[in-house]
């Protein structure tokens, strides 16, 4: 499975739009990528998933670009429900297990 | 509907005790997971199974851990003798079938003392 390398923490503030940016040089060919939220005390939900250009649904969009060596998690319009440990996770669609890095914890400020 | 749901939620244990978690899954759910994850890390597979059938164990760190699902559903993940480095809190997971479609439970917080 590739590894993924994402910021330790990013700080924000309401009403911005956030982009978390993960790197996967290693990514294999079919590897999709995905991205999971948790928030204190809870079980990791997932966000969303893609495998190439852009992916949007009602809670955040994906941009991959051509190489897929990279993707962004982009969060618009945060607000303070937001905060939370955003994973970027690398794997084939039918891998048994899931691969988490320590995540970007976000914060958003009032 | 339901969501997966584990018991205990919390759980202290004096170093050297047995203890079992216990995971329901959401139901029909044909594939289940397990994870542990320590303070400021990510979640760590620990195993797998696909109804009954346990196929891979390869993330569970020694063998005073256990886990099983003998109808399908329900499954219990067991520590003996507990140590120290086992404190952390254990998530279990359930999908129809593939990774991606993980659905989390909230886990449950083993301390050990």
């Known amino acids: 499975l590739a590894k993924t390398t994402q910021p330790i923490s990013m700080d924000s503030y309401e009403g911005q739009e956030v982009n978390i940016t993960c790197s996967h040089n290693n990514i294999a060919t079919n590897d999709y990528i995905t991205w999971y939220q948790q928030f204190p005390s809870q079980g990791p939900r997932f966000i969303i998933q893609g495998y190439k250009t852009k992916v949007t649904n009602e809670v955040a969009s994906l941009f991959i670009p051509a190489d897929r060596k990279s993707s962004t998690l982009s969060l618009p319009r945060v607000s303070l429900s937001d905060t939370a440990v955003y994973y970027c996770?690398?794997?084939?669609?039918?891998?048994?297990?899931?691969?988490f890095g320590t995540g970007t914890r976000l914060q958003v400020f009032p | 509907g339901a969501g997966v749901s584990q018991s205990p939620r919390y759980k202290v244990a004096k170093r050297g005790q047995d203890v079992a978690l216990r995971c329901d899954p959401i139901?029909?759910?044909?594939?289940l997971f397990w994870y542990q994850q320590a303070l400021g890390q990510g979640p760590e597979f620990l195993t797998y199974?696909?109804?009954?059938?346990?196929?891979?164990k390869s993330g569970l760190p020694s063998d005073r851990f256990f886990a099983e699902r003998p109808e399908g559903s329900v499954s219990t993940l067991k520590i003996q003798r507990t140590q120290q480095e086992d404190s952390a809190v254990y998530l279990c997971?359930?999908?129809?079938?593939?990774?991606?479609?993980?659905?989390f439970g909230p886990g449950t917080r083993l301390t050990v003392t």
């Open positions: 996770l690398v794997g084939a669609y039918n891998t048994d297990k899931l691969i």
């Open positions: 139901s029909g759910h044909v594939s």
């Open positions: 997971a359930s999908s129809l079938g593939g990774s991606f479609g993980q659905y």
């Open positions: 199974f696909q109804n009954e059938a346990q196929l891979d």
